[in-house]
């Protein structure tokens, strides 16, 4: 299984964009702290400068490296979700500025897909994640549904050994504030 990451962590080490299977469905990525990189990948899912992007970890310790501060509730939160469940925080730190929402805000989710938890945590950094579609068109879960342009854009592929159709869902979402306060906005 070492084999099939080396070539994606060699781009997404040196700034490159990666197409690849996440833990839900075909997402698009780069190293969360390489502002070119989430500039291209802007670029090529042709979507406004304004909306934030989801970055994936694969330790729930590194949510202490990428936040100011960790909400106590997302813990257990994290720790304890059944399906994959994006958690936005209010003040991220150590990324690219252009991934993190405009009041400062970061969404991060803890994969525990084995495929997809072996790129990131072979990385040993966070990476973005975010639909491999053009913006406003529907998420793909089967590399058949991904647009042509992205596919010649994108700087690498990386291919689950398992098949190309994911037929899984984006995650969950959840917003929470520094005293606990929470609101679903994607179940």
């Known amino acids: 299984m070492v084999?099939?990451?080396?070539?994606a962590l060699t781009?997404?080490?040196?700034?490159?964009t990666l197409l690849y299977p996440s833990d839900t469905i075909w997402g698009l990525g780069c190293d969360a702290r390489n502002e070119k990189a989430v500039e291209k990948i802007l670029s090529i899912k042709q979507r406004p400068?304004?909306?934030a992007f989801i970055v994936l970890i694969s330790k729930i310790e590194q949510l202490s490296e990428y936040l100011v501060e960790v909400p106590e509730i997302a813990w257990n939160l994290v720790e304890f979700a059944?399906?994959?469940?994006?958690v936005i925080y209010p003040k991220g730190k150590n990324l690219a500025p252009n991934l993190m929402g405009p009041d400062g805000s970061v969404a991060i989710r803890l994969v525990k897909d084995e495929f997809?938890?072996?790129?990131?945590h072979r990385m040993e950094r966070a990476i973005v994640s975010t639909s491999a579609n053009i913006s406003g068109q529907p998420s793909p879960t089967q590399f058949s549904d991904i647009d042509q342009s992205i596919i010649d854009n994108v700087d690498f592929i990386l291919k689950n050994p398992k098949g190309e159709n994911l037929n899984a869902q984006p995650s969950q979402i959840v917003k929470i504030g520094m005293y606990g306060e929470f609101e679903f906005i994607r179940k």
């Open 116 to 120: 997809c938890k072996g790129l990131v």
């Open 82 to 86: 059944e399906k994959p469940l994006t």
């Open 11 to 16: 781009h997404l080490k040196k700034g490159d």
């Open 49 to 51: 400068q304004n909306k």
């Open 3 to 7: 084999e099939l990451y080396r070539e």
